[in-house]
């Protein structure tokens, strides 16, 4: 059984550091994969609006896959307010965690390049795996007793939810894909409703929790 180490430590804010980097650097890459449009030797400049809206896919990848590494982003926050300490298994699950938010903009390149059915199930898979590295990350904390006490069962269940809630909409967007690569994309919109009503149900959960407290 490894050691665990205290979350004021060194080796906590070193684990944080490595994370908001490799996180930042992946989102500013995803913009890299934007490119400028090419107006052919001799035509006019009022092409370029019309070139412009041919790249639909590279910006709709662009933003889709900034707003869901940033969700991953604020989720990863969130493990690390609760985990008062972790252990070399923690490390490593961050490490995973990191290794798919790396390769997150090479699957935004692949569905921008080719946003029929491959390019579709191929983020969305990138983007599935991410999530549930992230979830583990989260499920390992909670049931190894990593996480500061206080917080209540149903808390923890409800922010377990909010993890796992992306990648499942992703595995879904997956098996439609198979059959309508447009109607899969469409999929992903259902992100902003369910996590919203998550993030609802998790201040609710927590002020109920607080006036448990201030009543005993």
Known sequence: MSLPFRRESDETDRLLALSDGVIAIAITLLVLEITVPVVPTGASESALPTRVLEQWNEFFGFVLSFSVVGLYWVLHRRVFVHVERHTKEIVWLNLLFLLMVAF????????????????????????????????????????????????????????????????????ASILVAAFDSTVAIFLWVLLIPINAALQSRLIESVEVSGRGSDGR
């Open 104 to 171: 997150v903009p090479y699957a935004t390149s692949m569905f921008s390049t080719y946003p029929g059915r491959f390019g579709v199930m191929f983020l969305a898979g990138v983007l599935t795996l991410t999530g549930f590295s992230l979830a583990a990350l989260w499920l390992y904390a909670s049931r190894s007793e990593l996480i500061e006490e206080g917080i209540t069962s149903r808390t923890v269940g409800i922010q377990a939810a909010r993890f796992l809630a992306s990648p499942l909409v992703f595995v």
